[in-house]
């Protein structure tokens, strides 16, 4: 796992800002590119995940953290969580 995942570097990996919407559109999802590129403030939603991550090498947890990121969310670490 990449230790300083953004979402501006999933947004990347999934092939640009282009690529994505048109990825939702493919998939049935009505997005605009001024949408995914307010995610790089907000986060990437979680109802996009599933059109996103098969384009990318990221998961769930990168996802998350990339909201957290994004977000100014601290993101618990394992020792945390677990308590």
């Known amino acids: 796992m990449e230790a300083e995942i953004n979402v501006t570097k999933i947004i ?34 979680d109802r996009h995940w599933r059109v996103l991550i098969p384009l990318t090498q990221y998961g769930p947890e990168e996802f998350y953290r990339a909201n957290c990121v994004a977000r100014a969310t601290p993101y618990p670490e394992a020792q945390e969580a677990a308590e």
């Not at 282009?18 to 949408?35: M, P």
């Open 12 to 45: 990347k990996e999934a092939g640009g800002v282009a690529a994505v919407e048109r990825a939702c559109l493919d998939a049935g999802v009505v997005i605009t590119r001024d949408a995914i590129y307010k995610w790089r403030l907000t986060g990437i939603p």
